[in-house]
């Protein structure tokens, strides 16, 4: 009897098998159907980086009256910048900022680039232009969306720019005696505009010593006013930035100059020493809050009436030519007169 028991009991087993229960899952199959049934992540593709340094502040201006448009760029090709155009009392800003995108190589130390999410940016007019009427900028003349810059690295040869490109250039930077860029210089083929990395040079204060003080040609620098003013006939908005409009020599050696443009907040003055009757020097000269190298003029100065009554000649002039071959330190005209 035992037997048979054993046996029901096995067939009954063997019945329920049969008869298509499944067995109990096993406890990692949950496990591996959660894992199936999660969504696939977002493959995020990085926008290509700009893999070339350029950073730095840059500087797009003519020369010509008291416009500029200077931006700085940082090392992935984002830039800020800043348009300004002056006029008198009343100054025309527009802040700016955007990406150099989808960098070429064009050449040995020459690339292009693309101008991607340009947009306005906020400026701090009170600071920058202070006692200014601030009218509002639509643009900036060298940047727009989708414009392509062409990228000189320094080192470049200057005899493979054009005339017009070296003028961008030369605006910035003096070309004399120099054979390639000394800087990165961005130009937009379109717009027949350039930008030049500004190059800040150590120049040092030096220790100044009053030399030729009891000179004659000292003594006529100061007579009268001792300021000479340019007979310009070009008007206000045509005048260089870098023009020296009128020179004030003062009896202890310093001078005090007026240019075509001042920026706000700084002045122009310096230093000068007689080398010879006929030369002067400025030293330790300071142009729009900026350092400039020692700078060698000579001058002759004509008297007239206003100074001598046997003169000739109504009023007295004075006469500069550089004193460096082509170099030009700061843009004098050739001719001022004694303002009385």
Known sequence: MKNKKILIALTGLL???????????????????????????????????????????????????????????????????????????????????????????????????TVKNLKREEVNTD??????????????????EGDRITVYLKGYPLAELSDVQKSWVQS???LVNATTL???????????????AFIEYDVPMETFEPIGMDSTLQSDLTSGTGTWSTDTIWPSDMIEDDRVVSIHFNPDMSVDLKMGYTKPGTESKGQYVILDE????????????????????????????????????????????????????????????LEQ
């Open 278 to 337: 006929n030369t002067i020097q400025f030293k330790n000269l300071i142009i729009n809050g900026e350092r400039y190298n020692d700078t060698p003029i000579h001058v002759w100065v004509g008297k007239g009436k206003d100074l001598d009554p046997s003169a000739e000649i109504g009023y007295s002039t004075l006469r500069i030519e550089g004193a460096r071959n082509g170099e030009k330190d700061i843009l004098f005209d050739s001719s001022y007169l």
């Open 172 to 174: 910035i930077v003096p």
């Open 182 to 196: 000394e800087g990165p210089f961005l130009y937009n083929e379109k717009e027949e505009r350039g930008s030049m």
């Open 127 to 144: 600071s920058m232009f202070p006692g200014m009427s601030v009218a509002e900028g639509e643009e900036s003349p060298m940047f727009h």
């Open 15 to 113: 019945f329920v098998s049969g008869c298509g229960m499944k067995p109990e899952p096993k406890s990692e199959k949950p496990a591996e159907t959660m894992d199936l049934a999660e969504e696939p992540e977002e493959t995020i593709v990085p926008e290509p980086e700009f893999d070339l340094d350029i950073s730095g502040k840059y500087v797009h201006s003519s020369g010509a009256g008291g416009w500029s448009d200077e931006m700085e760029m940082d090392e992935n090709g984002h830039f800020q910048g800043v348009f300004h155009d002056s006029d008198v009392d009343e100054v025309v800003v527009y802040g700016y900022s955007g990406d150099l995108t989808d960098l070429k190589q064009e050449g040995d130390l020459k690339y292009s680039a």
